[in-house]
């Protein structure tokens, strides 16, 4: 086997489990899931295609593999063709078939499921929008992960949405055709691209997928390289792709097909009936108005339709105008794309409606047609599921501003992960309002008293009311950025903080008078020392090995010029303010140490062991074992706490 951290292991036994054994088990196991769906035909009931979308670090090829889908689709139409929606791609169940044509010569049976329908424009606010009641619209997912990079930290943000959504996923380890030495086989599967490979090319292969499996690993996804997995229940199959040559592409969708179709099957059964829908976006259309592009995952929506919808002053309530779609095979996203004006559209698919009173609509809002029912039923539903996401309490916690609904649940859901409390969810522009209620928390605790804004604006009197209160406001437009930014604020100004509070305390030192080196006797006392132990600073209190207080340090010179502190090793002049006389209170070559208050001692020993040395504890012992001694029993705890620190093992 491939050890998680990436090491080789046996890599010959590895190359024929994966082309001898592996070629038969793995037809066995894809082609049993769809003997199984097409004899037992579901119990007769129609499916509906799977929603796939896509996620992954910037620049790790998620458009690409899209484009490659959607390319490959339209080169073999012939077969089916391919059928794009708004912000969506439907690639049929005879085109996945045809694409995947090597890999099932020995076994020729179709598919059950219509197709897959790609949500065509990646991204992970995208993929916050699809929501929906209990998890996510996507039925499955496709992460994409660089090869050569590994997992970066939007892949990790992208795997925290992954199970916040409950949305099962696969990896396409992507830019194979990258890994030095590799030799293109363009379109091809990856097992036979992969046996025309080097051994050494194939080592390199294998090494960069199992450093893959052992990230994923570290952050609690079990996965497996998709030739060795026997229960896909089990584990998290990483598929190894190039979006650039097509070489995998197959693999990709065939798992992906035969895993909807035999572990989803009660998802996708097709429901007749009023639409549900969400919003993906909200947009203005010449000769229409306001328009909405929506994701429909279940029943049908017809022009006429009574459709309820989340907006910003609460539910709006209309009637479909028009229902749009665009031309087959047009590039939705092109300014020049014509659509085509349709009577109805059935799950699962993307539509553009057009409606009167769309203006105030949210992205990522639910969509329901009414139907044959009370109306007032959905609005309800809607008011409690945009309730769960916008908050507006009293309490005491952040204010988080974003663009969709479906961002600022994702947003709150992980600050809520992280144990940070939010006072104000909502979504819009940052306003005046906003930056007043975190000035009321940052009263109370600074930490929480600030704003996050994804991907919106501040309004001017925003602006103007957070520099007058200095409300920190942090804004990014992607997500894992924000809290990244928020958090390592905290980190630092806590950071900053425990700084200050440590310089407040007199810190443990010992010194020692050098011989020969006493140059004013008194008033004040100026005295060479050397630092045996800890650290010495201006204004610290010092006194003798017997307790006796001497004075306190007015300055620390080396030579001529002026130190703020002097630590262990140092040879320096000091002069001590107070009443000392060296020659009777003190002598050459006697020790003398900071005098630490028993408060401070307590406080150096416990909130800030991490921050003082082992060698500056050790000084703090023997001082307060002076302290002791004089009869002072308020260094008594610390005492005890010092020894308990100090028999702590190494």
Do not use: C
């Amino acid at each position: 086997m491939v050890a998680l951290n990436g090491s080789l292991n046996h890599s010959t036994s590895f190359l024929y489990w994966s082309f001898r054994w592996w070629w038969i088990e793995l037809l066995s196991l894809f082609f049993t899931m769809l003997e199984w769906g097409v004899i037992v035909g579901f119990g007769g009931r129609r499916l509906r295609q799977p929603i796939v979308v896509v996620l992954g670090h910037v620049d790790h090829g998620k458009t690409t593999l899209l484009d490659k889908i959607r390319k490959t689709a339209i080169a073999v139409r012939e077969a089916g063709g391919m059928t794009q929606h708004i912000g969506a791609s439907l690639v049929p169940a005879d085109v996945i078939e045809s694409i995947a044509e090597p890999l099932r010569k020995v076994v020729p049976v179709k598919l059950v499921i219509p197709g897959l329908l790609f949500i065509d424009t990646p991204g992970h606010e995208l993929f916050s929008n699809l929501r929906r009641r209990g998890g996510s619209v996507a039925d499955f997912a496709i992460l994409v992960v660089d090869v050569m990079e590994g997992p970066q930290p939007q892949t990790f943000e992208a795997l925290e949405l992954l199970k916040s959504r409950r949305t099962p996923f696969i990896v396409a380890a992507n830019k194979i055709d990258r890994i030095p030495g590799w030799r293109p086989n363009p379109d091809t599967p990856f097992i036979f691209s992969f046996q025309k490979q080097s051994v050494m090319v194939r080592e390199e292969l294998e090494r960069r997928v199992y450093d893959i499996v052992g990230r994923l690993y570290e952050a609690g996804i079990p996965s497996e390289l998709f030739t060795r997995i026997k229960d896909y229940t089990k584990k998290v199959a990483v598929v190894p792709i190039s979006a650039r040559t097509g070489e995998g592409i197959a693999e990709l969708l065939a798992i992906l097909a035969g895993l909807t179709q035999q572990y989803m099957r009660d998802r996708l059964m097709y429901a007749e009936g009023p639409a549900k829908g969400v919003v993906l976006e909200v947009k203005e259309q010449h000769g229409l108005g306001a328009v909405v592009d929506a994701i429909i995952y279940d029943g049908v929506i017809r022009v006429g339709d009574a459709i309820v919808l989340a907006g910003k002053n609460g539910p709006v309530v209309t009637n479909v105008k028009a229902l749009l779609m665009p031309r087959p095979l047009e590039e939705i996203r092109a300014r020049e794309a014509k659509f085509m004006f349709v009577d109805e559209v059935v799950a699962a698919a993307g539509v553009r409606i057009a409606a009167q009173g769309l203006d105030d609509v949210l992205a990522g809002s639910p969509l329901y047609v009414v139907g044959d029912s009370d109306y007032s039923k959905y609005v309800e539903m809607v008011k409690e599921e945009v309730g769960g996401i916008v908050i507006r309490t009293e309490s005491i916690g952040v204010v988080v501003k974003a663009d969709t609904l479906g961002t600022l649940e994702a947003i709150v859901e992980a600050l809520r992960r992280k144990g940070v409390p939010v006072r104000v969810a909502d979504v819009g522009h940052v306003s005046r309002g906003d930056v007043i209620d975190a000035g009321v928390t940052a009263k109370i605790d600074k930490y929480l008293g600030v704003i996050l804004a994804f991907n919106v604006k501040m309004l001017p009197e925003a602006e103007e009311e957070a520099l007058k209160s200095g409300v920190k406001v942090f804004s990014s437009n992607i997500i894992y950025k924000l809290l990244e930014e928020y958090e390592e604020w905290v980190k630092k100004e806590k950071s900053g903080e425990r700084v200050r509070a440590l310089e407040a305390l007199i810190r443990p030192g010992k010194l020692r008078i050098i011989p020969g080196y006493v140059f004013r006797r008194s008033d004040p006392a100026i005295v060479g020392v050397e630092v045996l132990g800890g650290i010495v600073k201006p204004g610290y209190p010092v006194m003798s090995s017997t307790g006796r207080p001497l004075g306190r340090i007015m300055a620390i010179k080396d030579r001529d010029r002026s130190l703020t502190e002097a630590k262990v090793g140092a040879a320096v002049a000091i002069s001590i303010q107070g009443k000392i006389l060296v020659g009777r209170h003190v002598n050459e070559g006697d020790i003398m140490y900071t005098d630490v208050p028993a408060e401070h001692a307590s406080k150096l020993v416990t909130e800030f062991r991490d921050m003082i040395s082992l060698d500056e504890l050790m000084v703090l012992k023997e001082i307060v074992e002076v302290k002791y001694n004089t009869g002072d029993r308020s260094y008594l705890t610390p005492l005890l706490k010092i020894r308990r620190e100090l028999e702590k093992p190494k």
